[in-house]
């Protein structure tokens, strides 16, 4: 678990950065695909073309360009309807979706892990919910396209590692090719080239959420993903909601309920020592 922990820490900066320095200013499918193109740079390196079969590195590249490809599309695009707390409140359902999913493929339903999982939704909902405004509807469609393309590239990328007896790091940059084909089409059906990044900020920005956010990230939390039951994964995507919004809240200076917060995150750690004391 300790992966997904360093993970949440290194994300909770990353909805901050995208929501104060890139929304509306950068073309979010530009920034989508300048993000994953960098990641995909970092793995190439690694890649073993012998001892791969293509069916195989064809399922990575499917896993990828929903996990990440599809995801990052419906995600940048909610930050142009949404705040930055509004983003991470919509993401309270990942956990739902993960169980959901797991038990769909499993042909069977987990009572323990749905019960876990519903808790931890609820201590995120109570950390912020300030109403809605007028582009509520379209935010939360978007924040859910992206949910449901997470949960099921975590899911996936899982059950598909259980029978694999392979050194990750030599396969991820199937994962990332599968994601930069995706955000290559939709840059070029949907991208704004007169929106590019215009300032060194924006452009330090870009590179590290693609080098350390993304290559960094997404390969640990993945990893971290082979290592725990499916309940613990769906939990520890709630906690990237305190996480996000303390960060928020300190550096940016964003309005926030401290009590809330402290409630909604005791909540999800509870949540997650229930599905450890349930699991044994």
């Known amino acids: 678990m300790r992966y997904l922990i360093a993970v949440t820490l290194l994300w909770a900066f990353s909805f901050s950065l995208i929501g104060v320095y890139l929304a509306g200013k950068v073309d979010p499918w530009f920034a989508v695909l300048m993000r994953i193109a960098l990641a995909t740079l970092?793995?190439?390196?690694?890649?073993?073309?012998?001892?791969?079969?293509?069916?195989?590195?064809?399922?990575?590249?499917?896993?990828?360009?929903?996990?990440?490809?599809?995801?990052?599309?419906?995600?940048?695009?909610?930050?142009?309807?949404?705040?930055?707390?509004?983003?991470?409140?919509?993401?309270?359902?990942?956990?739902?979706?993960?169980?959901?999913?797991?038990?769909?493929?499993?042909?069977?339903?987990?009572?323990?892990?749905?019960?876990?999982?519903?808790?931890?939704?609820?201590?995120?909902?109570?950390?912020?919910?300030?109403?809605?405004?007028?582009?509520?509807?379209?935010?939360?469609?978007?924040?859910q396209c992206a949910n449901l393309c997470f949960a099921t590239g975590q899911v996936t990328y899982k059950r598909l590692m259980e029978h694999q007896q392979i050194a990750q790091q030599t396969v991820f940059a199937w994962f990332f090719i599968g994601a930069l084909i995706v955000a290559l089409c939709t840059y070029a059906a949907f991208g704004d080239s007169s929106k590019l990044p215009t300032t060194n900020m924006q452009w330090g920005i870009l590179i590290y959420l693609g080098i350390i956010a993304s290559g960094v990230g997404y390969f640990v939390w993945n990893k971290g993903a082979t290592l725990v039951d499916v309940g613990t994964l769906a939990i520890m995507n709630n906690l990237l909601i305190p996480a996000g919004i303390v960060v928020n809240v300190l550096i940016w200076n964003r309005e926030a309920d401290l009590g809330r917060l402290a409630i909604g995150g005791g909540v999800i750690v509870l949540a997650l020592w229930l599905n450890k004391r349930w699991r044994q």
């Open 42 to 143: 970092m793995f190439v390196p690694f890649l073993k073309l012998k001892g791969i079969q293509w069916p195989l590195a064809l399922k990575f590249m499917a896993v990828g360009a929903v996990q990440l490809g599809l995801m990052y599309g419906f995600y940048y695009q909610s930050f142009l309807y949404l705040s930055v707390p509004e983003v991470l409140l919509f993401t309270v359902m990942t956990p739902i979706y993960i169980t959901l999913i797991n038990d769909a493929l499993n042909q069977k339903f987990n009572r323990t892990f749905l019960l876990t999982a519903s808790i931890a939704t609820l201590g995120a909902i109570a950390i912020r919910y300030d109403g809605i405004n007028a582009n509520f509807i379209t935010g939360l469609v978007m924040v």
